[in-house]
Nanobody, 124 residues
């Protein structure tokens, strides 16, 4: 199986930025549809942003559109989530997910591979 490990979470003030990293082992990230999900306490895990297998298409939740971007670094076998203009409501555990899919599913059950999650807290 593919192993995914997230890093880069932490505490930031509203309006600040963070970059999360997801490093894969066992297969290059370019072979998979990659996505980021997040889960706040007491809420369901929700889709945030994804990129297609070939990197030509992205899909974003309306809540993060224009603020978050996803990028690949295939040489490092890593996918990034760049988060700008962070808001308190962005506070959640962020998960990296991958699937051998031709599209970009938004449902968590569509993804076979998951990281352990990294905490992002946005607070003054």
């Amino acid at each position: 199986q593919v192993q995914l490990v997230e890093s880069g979470g932490g505490l930031v003030q509203p309006g600040g930025s963070l970059r999360l990293s997801c490093t894969a082992s066992g297969r290059t990230v370019s072979s998979y549809t990659m996505a980021w999900f997040r889960q706040a306490p007491g809420k369901e895990r929700e889709f945030v942003l994804g990129v297609s297998r070939n990197g030509g298409t992205t899909r974003s939740a309306d809540s993060v559109k224009g603020r978050f971007t996803i990028a690949r670094d295939n040489a490092k076998n890593t996918v990034y989530l760049q988060m700008d203009s962070l808001k308190p409501e962005d506070t959640a555990v962020y998960y990296c997910a991958g699937d051998y899919s031709s599209g970009i599913p938004i449902t968590r059950t569509a993804y076979d591979y998951w990281g352990q999650g990294t905490q992002v807290t946005v607070s003054s």
